[in-house]
């Protein structure tokens, strides 16, 4: 009796383990926004009492020192999102500086239609991605996903509200 409870608890935890190997298998948060702020729709968490000003994404990857790993905001445009959870989206710069913006902890999305100008705020650094991050990237959408770059690890994302 005790073989057969712990062979189909080992079923059982390995169905569980397989379902957190694909992140969108989660529970995930729908992309509904959290606030409304004087910038538009709040996604993710609630934004800090005294939110600090964007950094465009191009002075934020010239001087990636002064930013790295540090809470901050920055300025972009989404030009890319995953189109099976808005799990992460590409932002891009004027000058064609492009980040990967990954939602935190996988914990919420924006919509899949997102588009145009956005503060993410999170943390930046420079990361480069398996090749088994860049084929579930594909599978997701994107259209060309780079195997080294910026990431960002967003805790909330502001799209405004004209967009």
Known sequence: MRSALLFSLLICGSAFAAKDADHHERKFAPATPVETSADGAVYGARLPA????????????????????????????????????????VL???????????????????PKDASG?????????????SAEEIEHLKKD??????????????????IPDSV
């Open 141 to 158: 959408g994107a259209r060309a996903p780079q195997d080294a770059g910026l990431q960002i690890d967003a805790v909330s994302v502001i």
């Open 92 to 110: 891009s710069s004027e000058r064609g500086t492009l980040a990967r913006v990954n939602m935190h902890e996988h914990a919420f999305g924006v």
């Open 50 to 89: 005294t939110m600090p000003v964007a950094v465009d994404l191009d002075t934020a990857a010239a001087h990636l020192e002064d930013h790295a790993g540090k809470p901050a905001a920055f300025s972009g445009r989404i030009t890319e999102v995953c189109q099976k959870m808005g799990c992460w989206v």
């Open 117 to 129: 100008p956005a503060i993410v705020y999170g943390t930046i650094s420079k990361k480069a991605a």
